[in-house]
């Protein structure tokens, strides 16, 4: 598995610092804070924070061994060697590659002397979170907190004027919390919103009549089950999903759901709390307007899809760090997970370690891959773009009836794709032959996106705000991820039934086999419609990635 130049600096540069004395004090965080905007000037400043303002922040720690958790990885996921598929444990992986205790020990200290209260964060998590007064975080991280014109939307934000030098003995690796130029958006779009922004009448939007069993022939949860699995053997039974949010829910639009399509869900739903953000989102004057259609659809196409969950767990916070953090370390750990959010960090490395992590310990990130078309410095691609994810793209599905199986597929209009924004190095496993080629028009230098697909056209029933629910009028990439992590619930399932250990990671397997006669057989290749530059064609390309699970998906995955 190959990292990004980056990457490898960092890597070499820790090496070099964990020799130093420890009487030494570092001058540097591993990652970058401040914004290009800030940097450059283009961010207009405006003034400063208060020094009374308190702000939350996650100190994560890092690696202790980066190489050797890079080897660790290269070994895991190769079959040929005897420890192909031995993940670790979080603590197990704490114990080889994470912060030591007397680093843990020392950040806590840290906090203490200058004044910041811990309010969370463990060590196997790699975090400390605190609390403290803006006075107080400028003074313990030599920074000033800015304000600044946002230079394409119309507000305001905060932002360090510099890179944090907090005075340890040893370097961390990132601080969450020190900017909110980049507020996190849901993959999801409303088809009136569509229409309106491409010069269109709505019932232009959808040119086909949808065939899910739902209302208006709406597509729900289960239909997505019937289209690419069909079966009803496998339902996720044993298995553990996790869903990251970035706002609450309100459980009674889930129930409202079933109520209306006469399901009954019988899956454990947990709101679980990462860093002190409230799980509750209500729509009113009193709540704030709170919308939870994204977190709601999340849920019923994880459930739809693998309906028989051990548990789903919610992993709702306001950083990225603290969200990713407790899901590698939450018990039960759940092992496949769904992201349809899309945000744009300080640094594209933020998030490795934990990515990385997940990777070590055998679970599955799928990310939506957008709604907004081809990927670009303006239409965010993260965190769809980073390699150790499992990046989802969007197509347009036809069933052959209400409930009924696969009929036909088309590259969804909006599919988000591309060649990375954010210079993520191409990783290994599309380096193979067969991958990127003059028909794809994929890069060979860059990580290229999505790896897979699924549905993601207006074409699903929705219920959220506790007002109305609807039907076609809600479609994004949003529903293709959560789908897809229940869908590998269903693998996982069928592996521990075959006396094997999770799938892990699915990126390396899928090219690997994808470029052998085997395709044709696992996915659903998706030939026909474009995105943006790109349009689908033979084999993988850069709007439907391989293209969407076929039930035979299940047996090759499980049977590796």
Not at 52 to 58: C, F, G, M, P, R
Not at 60 to 65: E, F, G, I
Not at 316 to 343: E, F
Request: aromatic share 10%; charged share 15%.
């Amino acid at each position: 598995m190959i990292r990004n130049s980056k990457k490898a600096v960092f890597a070499a540069a820790f090496a070099v610092l964990s020799v130093m004395t420890t009487a030494a004090l570092a001058q540097s965080v591993m990652t970058h804070h401040v914004r290009e905007t800030v940097r450059t000037g283009q961010a207009a400043p405006v003034g400063r924070l208060s020094q009374s303002q308190v702000l939350q922040l996650d100190i994560v720690l890092p690696l202790r061994d980066p190489a050797g958790l890079e080897s660790f990885l290269s070994d895991v996921y190769n079959p040929k060697s005897p420890n192909f598929r031995n993940f670790v444990t979080p603590a197990e992986f704490t114990a080889r590659f994470g912060p030591t205790q007397e680093q843990y020990d020392e950040v806590l200290s840290f906090a203490g002397t200058y004044g910041l209260k811990v309010v969370g964060g463990s060590r196997d998590g790699m975090e400390v979170q605190v609390k403290g007064t803006v006075g107080a975080i400028e003074t313990a991280f030599h920074v000033s907190m800015n304000t600044y014109q946002h230079p394409t939307e119309n507000r305001i934000f905060f932002g360090a004027d510099r890179e944090p030098t907090p005075n340890l003995t040893f370097n961390l690796w990132h601080v969450s919390g020190l900017d909110n130029f980049s507020i996190p958006k849901p993959r999801l779009v409303n088809k009136n919103d569509y229409a309106a922004a491409h010069g269109k009448y709505p019932e232009q939007v959808v040119s086909h009549a949808t065939t899910g069993s739902g209302p208006s022939a709406s597509f729900l949860g289960s239909d997505m089950r019937a289209a690419y699995y069909g079966g009803t053997a496998l339902t996720g039974a044993g298995q553990n999903l996790g869903l990251l949010e970035y706002y609450g829910t309100d459980l009674a639009d889930l129930n409202t759901y079933y109520a209306n399509v006469h399901q009954t869900n019988k899956v454990p739903v947990t709101l679980l709390s990462t860093d002190g953000t409230s799980t509750s989102c209500v729509y009113s004057r009193a709540g704030g307007y709170c919308d939870d259609t994204e977190q709601t659809l999340d849920m019923t196409q994880a459930l739809g899809m693998a309906p028989g969950l051990a548990s789903l767990v919610m992993y709702v916070g306001s950083t990225d760090t603290a969200i990713i953090s407790a899901m590698t370390t939450h018990s039960p750990l759940p092992t496949v997970i769904g992201c349809s959010w899309g945000w744009t960090p300080a640094d594209p490395g933020t998030l490795d370690p934990y990515f990385q992590k997940m990777a070590a310990q055998g679970q599955n990130f799928f990310a939506a891959s957008g709604d907004s078309s081809t990927w670009s410095r303006r239409v965010e691609a993260w965190p769809a773009d980073d390699d150790y994810v499992v990046s989802v793209g969007g197509t347009d599905l036809v069933t052959s009836s209400a409930a009924g199986p696969w009929k036909s597929e088309t590259a969804w209009v909006d599919s988000g794709g591309g060649i990375s924004p954010d210079r993520i190095a191409i990783p290994s496993w599309q380096k193979l032959s067969g991958v990127i080629n003059s028909s794809n028009k994929g890069s060979t230098t860059y990580r290229n996106g999505p790896d897979v697909s699924a549905n993601a056209n207006f074409t699903f029933y929705v219920c959220a705000d506790q007002t109305t629910c609807t039907a076609n009028s809600y479609g994004g990439t949003s529903f293709a991820a959560p789908m897809w992590a229940g869908f590998i619930a269903l693998v996982n399932q069928q592996r521990v039934a075959n006396g094997k250990a999770d799938i892990g990671f699915i990126n390396p397997y899928i090219y690997a086999e994808n470029v052998t006669s085997t395709y044709g057989t696992d996915f659903h290749d998706i030939t026909s419609g474009k995105s943006g530059s790109y349009s689908a064609v033979t084999g993988y390309d850069l709007v439907t990635g391989w293209g969407s699970p076929k039930p035979a998906l299940i047996t090759t995955l499980a049977a590796q």
